[in-house]
């Protein structure tokens, strides 16, 4: 390489991110689109495609206006837009040393000019990375974001102009990768527990059932259609009916009432939901219907009785990898937190040549949130002109309570409400198929995300894949071809069922006893801890209860404590009951580092609120323990 400054650069890029390093090596530059010029203070400037992307009074004046918006906060991450000639990433990076800085610039012919021309020394720093495309972008975000991130999306007023398009698709994609890291840890810190606590408890059933990935291939060319509770769902319902017998039927477990009651018996229902109980099912005839359960799904649902239930035991998923290696499966089975998209692999497992999605809106049309007739069919959105923005209500409270609940109670009344004020909490927006931005909530925009992840993974698999979204009028999801249903499916050949007569997977039972009994004393070294941190934390309670602040006792107990907990931390246990301690591994951490002495009333607080976590994760240690002896002793015999 002949350009010693564009080596230099690149050399710095490499460290993380040498495939970027190599695209900018290898791009040719239209020289006609791009040259230096400058601002009326005498310092470069560069004009792209005829427009400069720094001000012509000054960029560098621009750029130290730029950077005097924001501070040094820890928790506030700043994504730049437009790399330029570096002025902005410089300025910034001489005052931001706590977070990332992420320099998104998506023309390559930029990239390639400006690092042969310019060294940028902010480029040479550790907490600055340089990115080319949004899913980079996004996963740089995902990386270097928690909880209490807040992202920042830095830009000139020129370069804004110039790319509108993409900095509103950067802008939305910004907020999605922090969206998804949030679900993520909400899923953490609320779900995760329950989920723990129901995949042991279901354990012993996991263990007889046949598991999806022994179906591979089992409709093999045939016709899957996947059926969500979108609004669109409704505007199908004559066509599925026209048409039942040249697909199988996969439908999330929300819409399985409303199928049935229209006459249309689903062949599968996945249900990976920890929350309900068994109302769904109620009354309704699954004889001929299959019922495919991840291993943390509400324990209730493994009794209902199908014409068969089908384990779905994702890798990744908390204990899951530990059963996994238990019963021998070896695939990389996903779940992503949407029950459809469980199904939509599940599909893909059976060989389906064309899989066809309906009712996957993924936004609100219309005013419409789910399909009529399913479980939140009577929601709405729609847009308070007062407080200028969309928001979710329900038409018929009442009829919501018994379709979500099952009966009215004052307790089913606040939780209710609480799911309607939850969904209000996170709505967002998405690109419908007609290039319009749709409301929607936060989970669904991240939804089309995986589903357009796995579209791209399916078809580079097998290009020869049909995939299809009939869901008229919801989010555009790429890779997916967006077709009519009666349009994609009336030349279809009508479909044979099959029985399902396979049995559960085969596995080493002396192997399974030999790891269960392994497991279970991980468990009771795990409890014991939470034994001597519950001691420390009551201790330390009971003495600044009586003494009315921070003495020589308590702050000893604090340090035993924390001591302690750090060693819990790092305590070898990889199958899931450490995410009751990462509810509030944060706020004792912060404490670690602050002066024993200040912050007391925060301190009480906390410690209160790792005393119940200390007892839940005692009283769930029992539980583990109980129900892999039976499994061990019971099961397994």
């Known amino acids: ?40 203070k005498g310092e470069y400037n560069i004009s792209y495609k005829g427009y400069c992307l720094h001000s012509q009074q000054s960029a560098q004046l621009e750029a130290e206006a730029i950077a005097n918006c924001f501070q040094d906060e820890e928790n506030e991450i700043k994504v730049i837009f437009g790399l330029g000639l570096g002025y902005v990433v410089d300025e910034l990076s001489k005052k931001i040393q706590k977070t990332k800085l992420i320099v998104y610039e998506k023309e390559l012919e930029i990239l390639k000019f400006v690092l042969s021309i310019a060294k940028i020394d902010a480029l040479e720093k550790e907490n600055v990375i340089l990115c080319n495309d949004k899913k980079t972008l996004k ?3 995902k990386n270097y974001t928690n909880k209490d991130s807040v992202m920042k999306l830095v830009y000139t007023k020129t370069y804004k102009k110039i790319f509108a398009d993409d900095f509103e698709e950067v802008s939305k994609t910004v907020q999605k990768a922090q969206g998804q890291h949030s679900a ?12 723990l606590r129901y995949t042991y408890s279901n354990l012993d059933k996991i263990l007889n059932l046949p598991y999806i990935g022994q179906f591979k291939d089992f409709y093999k060319g045939k016709t899957a259609l996947i059926v969500s509770a979108g609004p669109s769902l409704k505007n199908e319902i004559e066509n599925i009916k026209k048409y039942r017998n040249k697909f199988i039927i996969f439908c999330v477990n929300i819409t399985m009432r409303y199928l049935i009651e229209q006459g249309i018996k689903p062949d599968f229902v996945g249900d990976v939901e920890t929350f309900g109980d068994n109302y769904q099912y109620k009354d309704l005839d699954l004889s001929d219907t299959c019922l495919i359960l991840e291993s943390f799904s509400n324990e209730l649902k493994f009794e209902v009785k199908p014409k068969q239930i089908i384990s779905y035991i994702s890798a990744n998923n908390f204990i899951n990898p530990w059963i996994r290696d238990l019963m021998n499966i070896e695939d990389n089975l996903e779940t992503m937190g949407t029950v459809s998209y469980a199904l939509l ?18 936004a609100y049309s219309n005013g ?10 009577d929601l709405e959105c729609i847009f308070d002109e007062e407080e200028k923005k969309y928001k979710i209500i329900t038409k018929d409270f009442e009829n919501f309570l018994i379709k979500f ?27 419908g198929q007609n290039g319009s931005y749709l409301p929607t909530q936060n989970g669904y925009a991240l939804f089309v995300d995986f589903f357009e992840d796995a579209a791209e993974a399916y078809l580079k698999e097998n290009p020869n894949l049909e995939l299809i979204n009939s869901s008229k009028g919801g989010a555009q999801i790429d890779g997916f071809k967006n077709i009519e ?26 192997y399974c006893i030999s790891k269960i009994q392994e497991h279970i004393e991980n468990i009771k070294g795990f409890q014991a801890l939470a034994k001597e941190l519950k001691m420390y934390c009551k201790k330390f ?41 990462h509810r509030f591994t944060h706020k004792i951490i912060e404490l670690i580092e602050k002066d024993f002495t200040k912050n007391l009333y925060t301190i009480k607080t906390t410690y209160e609120e790792l005393l119940k976590i200390y007892e839940e994760i005692d009283s769930f240690s029992d539980f583990a323990v109980e129900k892999l002896t039976y499994c061990q002793s019971v099961v397994l015999q």
């Open 541 to 581: 309670l009971q003495e600044t209860y009586i003494k009315k602040n921070q003495t020589q006792n308590s702050i000893n107990c604090m340090k035993k404590h924390n001591e302690l907990l750090k060693e819990m931390l790092k305590y070898y246990f990889p199958f899931g009951t450490r995410i009751y301690i």
């Open 368 to 377: 419409q949130c789910y399909s009529k007739g399913s479980l939140y069919g």
């Open 139 to 141: 996963n740089y975000v």
């Open 184 to 195: 993520n840890i909400n899923t953490v810190l609320i779900k995760a527990p329950l989920a």
């Open 485 to 510: 249903l009666e349009k994609a499916v009336r030349d279809n050949p009508d479909i044979e069922r099959k029985e399902i007569n396979i049995k559960n997977i085969e596995y080493d039972k002396e």
């Open 1 to 40: 390489m002949e350009n010693k400054v564009l080596e230099e650069n690149l050399e710095i890029i490499k460290k993380y991110d040498s495939t970027l390093a190599d695209k900018i090596l290898m791009f040719e530059c239209e020289k006609s689109n791009i040259e230096l010029c400058q601002t009326q």
């Open 345 to 362: 692999e599940s599909a893909r497992i059976m060989g389906f040549q064309k899989i066809i999605l309906v009712g996957q809106d993924l």
């Open 405 to 431: 609940a099952g009966s009215d109670t004052p307790e089913n009344r606040k939780k209710a409400q609480k799911q309607i004020e939850g969904l209000n909490k996170v709505i967002f927006t998405v690109k």
